[in-house]
């Protein structure tokens, strides 16, 4: 789960410019500086985007915080795809 955070890391730092960021499992919107729906709807497309992965209305609906994010991340990648985003061969 490590190798998601390292790259959820900068999009997150991207989307909401804000460079000293770190993530941590429980952290949510309330804990962000800007992160309001406007910036939710860009991190979801840059996560997706960077991952190569699509959610569902309903999946992202369900999200809590960024634990949830990662967790979500990780079930929607294939095996080969979780080896390459751990030898940092991915994007």
């Known amino acids: 789960m490590d190798d998601i955070y390292e790259k959820l890391t900068p999009i997150f730092r991207d989307v909401f410019d804000l460079a000293e960021l770190r993530l941590a499992p429980g952290m949510s919107a309330a804990d962000v500086a800007g992160w309001d729906s406007l910036n939710h709807i860009r991190l979801i497309m840059s996560v997706q985007r960077r991952f190569g992965v699509r959610f569902s209305a309903a999946e ?13 991340i990780r079930t929607k990648l294939a095996p080969s795809d979780e080896a390459l985003l751990a030898s940092g061969a991915a994007g």
């Open 60 to 72: 992202i609906g369900k999200l809590r915080n960024v634990g949830d994010l990662a967790a979500l």
